[in-house]
């Protein structure tokens, strides 16, 4: 059950400036933890579709350019599309210009990094519910905190912060 109040502190994080620039090559980022397994179905857990199962639990790669969350939502919060954990806010999403949404920086604690099985990129995931979402890069320069949350839509929740308001 996703409980608004909770994500309305979220919304409040100040971050950085957004700022885009040419892409850059990727590189390694840093490895937090070894745990590859994905938490077993729980009660609670949204329902996926066939797509959301491909990414989410498989692992898989949307198409660039193809999500719903690669322009600009607006002011609101990202949650996880499996669980409803908040993952990241608007204040950290800019435009990298390379077909996924990307954000600088994740709600604090919200998201584990894992070395990806391919032995080059670093893997990211919801904390809570272990949903795959995507790849950081580090180093890139594209804005102040030098990192690139590299996040499939489908993986994500947006809800407005209008919409968080009307509620709390
Ligand atoms: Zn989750």
Redesign the pocket.
């Known amino acids: 059950m996703l409980n608004l109040k909770n994500i309305l502190p979220a919304i409040c994080l100040i971050a950085g400036l957004a700022t885009s620039c040419q892409p850059k090559a990727e590189k390694h980022g840093t490895l937090a933890n070894n745990n590859t397994t994905l938490s077993p179905d729980r009660a609670g857990?949204n329902k996926l579709s066939a797509e959301q199962e491909r990414i989410i639990v498989h692992k898989g790669t949307e198409r660039p350019y193809s999500g719903e969350y690669v322009k600009d939502m607006g002011e609101g919060v990202y949650i996880?599309?499996?669980?409803?954990?908040p993952?990241y806010t608007s204040k950290t999403k800019f435009d990298a210009r390379c077909g996924w949404p990307s954000f600088d920086e994740e709600i604090a604690g919200k998201v584990k990094r894992l070395p990806d099985p391919d032995g080059m990129r670093t893997e990211i995931q919801?904390?809570?519910?272990?949903?795959h979402l995507g790849h950081v890069f580090l180093g890139e320069g594209f804005t102040a905190k030098n990192t690139r949350h590299c996040v499939n839509s489908i993986s994500l929740k947006f809800i407005p912060a209008a919409e968080i308001r009307a509620k709390s």
């Open positions: 857990y996880c599309a499996r669980c409803n954990e993952l919801c904390v809570k519910c272990g949903a």
